[in-house]
């Protein structure tokens, strides 16, 4: 039937356009009301719908649905009315007929406002992503369940508590002052490039959910992007960053779930379309003097999705690497970084440099050094993948690391039965 | 773990054969700077990477004599500083090995941090 595919379209795009107005009417405090209005609305259109057929305009149904019952709802409770907001007594003369504006700027401007709002840092990262997922992404619990890998009541009560804490807080529905706005945003961003990895780089078998995270946390990247207010070269840099992964997503995943290392990807499966919407936005975050983490991440981003290999491509990523590390360290970026170093300075430089990093028990660090042994002393190199073997679980990874450890076993000229 | 100020210093020579370099020089040279201090950054070790100084400086004496600085008698200067992070004197010593100003003429002077 047509309504069982359109009505749950309809729930993800028009979901949080509705609890974004009304949260903001009502303030941070009534937030569940707002909820249930537009559960409510849903609710009868999956009644209605079915018995009278779709209407001709959906979505305006849905909307003018959604206005009257909330102008009930405020009919009948006289002093939820009286204490809501003064933006309703503000706006029309006599309060006891709101006006509900579902206007194409009211629901942009509400739906900004709610992302700060979601995006608060009271929350833990966790519960931020959660309730994104939930109130700006239109997602259930039960998706949201199934992408962290988490039961429904436990969703249930993480959303509830991210509610709480953001009640407790009394944070107010509204966009920043223009002094707090750089400094929420980077807030913002953090959470919205975790939503993405989420989607990129678990380990969930649920491709079309991973990809909708993925391609969720862009249109709310993109969203700030088209405010003027919250548009800034970071935020275009994070945005390009998320073109140039999601543009190896149907290369580095099979259709198990399972990781396929970048050197062993179908490059006939890179999304050029992404690339191509990547650089584009690279260009626009090349404004304004200050360079942020994401503008690094995109430009390394920028290399391995255009060139699969050439010395210039190296050097390029070893200095943005660089300048990422000194910016801020982290473990990946320092393994990364030390994988471009053997690509332009050689092998014997790299191990110098990769031994003094000492991630033991990181897959990455070992898998590195397996590498940067290989022919170089297969003896060495086959114990680090040994170790690298260990502690992957992806399939198609642990292959291609067995093929390693055969090609050094057939290459060593060191006695192997002293290893170990 | 101890934070131990590194002061680069040169000679006055070298500091004027800076000034005569090729663009591709100048830029091998940054690429030499880049690689040395993203190893350290790599490591996890750098605390602050610090910034070059301008090669003029001033000296303030008691009684509000100046002169112009940085060079002193033996016609050193002090062009930059970083801070890095390290158990010891001898581990400083190491991560400061790979300094590119050891191979003009230079040195690097190496100081415990004391926190207050």
């Known amino acids: 039937m047509i309504k069982d595919t359109i009505l749950p379209h309809l729930f993800r795009t028009e979901y949080q356009k509705l609890v974004a107005v009304l949260c903001r009417l009502f303030g941070i405090e009534y937030i569940e009301i707002a909820e249930d209005i537009v559960s409510d609305t849903f609710l009868s259109a999956a009644e209605l719908w079915g018995i009278k057929g779709m209407p001709e305009n959906p979505t305006a149904w849905l909307y003018t649905v959604a206005k009257n019952k909330t102008k009930d709802y405020l009919k009948h409770h006289t002093v939820f009315s009286q204490k809501v907001s003064k933006v309703l007594q503000n706006n029309s003369e006599t309060w006891s007929e709101p006006e509900i504006d579902l206007s194409v700027k009211n629901i942009r401007d509400s739906q900004l406002a709610m992302i700060f709002v979601v995006c608060n840092p009271c929350n833990a990262p966790q519960t931020q992503i959660s309730m994104a997922l939930n109130l700006l992404c239109g997602f259930g619990a039960e998706e949201i369940a199934s992408a962290f890998l988490m039961n429904k009541r436990s969703v249930y009560k993480r959303l509830q508590r991210g509610k709480d804490r953001l009640r407790a807080a009394r944070v107010v529905i509204g966009q920043p002052s223009f002094p707090e706005i750089d400094a929420r945003l980077k807030a913002v961003a953090t959470t919205l490039y975790l939503l993405f990895n989420e989607g990129y780089y678990s380990c969930g078998q649920n491709i079309a959910l991973r990809r909708d995270l993925c391609s969720e946390a862009m249109r709310l990247t993109s969203m700030l992007i088209e405010n003027d207010q919250t548009n800034r070269p970071f935020i275009n840099a994070l945005y390009a960053l998320m073109c140039f992964q999601s543009s190896r997503f149907n290369a580095r995943i099979n259709v198990a779930g399972e990781t396929i290392l970048y050197h062993n990807q179908d490059i006939s499966l890179w999304d050029q379309e992404f690339i191509h919407k990547g650089i584009q936005y690279l260009n626009l975050a090349a404004q304004g003097n200050t360079i942020s983490n994401y503008h690094l991440e995109a430009g390394i981003a920028y290399w391995n999705a255009t060139v699969v290999d050439s010395p210039e491509k190296w050097e390029h990523i070893l200095q943005l690497y660089n300048d990422l590390l000194i910016l801020e360290y982290s473990p990946v970026a320092a393994l990364n970084r030390t994988y471009a170093l053997y690509k332009v300075n050689g092998k014997a430089k790299a191990i110098v440099e990769a031994e003094l990093i000492n991630l033991k028990g990181h897959y990455l660090y070992h898998a590195l050094l397996g590498e940067l042994y290989t022919d170089v002393d297969n003896s060495q190199a086959i114990q680090h993948w040994q170790l690298a073997l260990d502690l992957v679980h992806s399939i198609p990874d642990k292959a291609v690391i067995q093929a390693k450890i055969l090609y050094c076993m057939a290459n060593n000229t060191t006695p192997y039965n002293n290893q170990h | ?116």
Do not use: H
């Open chain 2, 1 to 116: 773990m101890k934070n131990y100020l590194l002061m680069y210093r040169t000679n006055q020579e070298a500091m004027q054969t800076l000034a005569q370099r090729t663009p591709e020089e100048l830029q091998a040279n940054t690429k030499r700077w880049m690689d040395w201090i993203g190893g350290i950054a790599a490591q996890n070790k750098l605390t602050d990477k610090g910034n070059r100084l301008f090669p003029s400086g001033k000296v303030l004496k008691p009684n509000g004599v100046t002169s112009d600085g940085p060079y002193t008698e033996i016609k050193e200067c002090i062009i930059g500083y970083s801070i890095i992070a390290a158990a010891s004197y001898d581990e400083a010593i190491l991560l400061a090995g790979g300094c590119p100003v050891l191979n003009s003429g230079g040195n690097v002077e190496i100081r415990e941090v004391s926190e207050l």
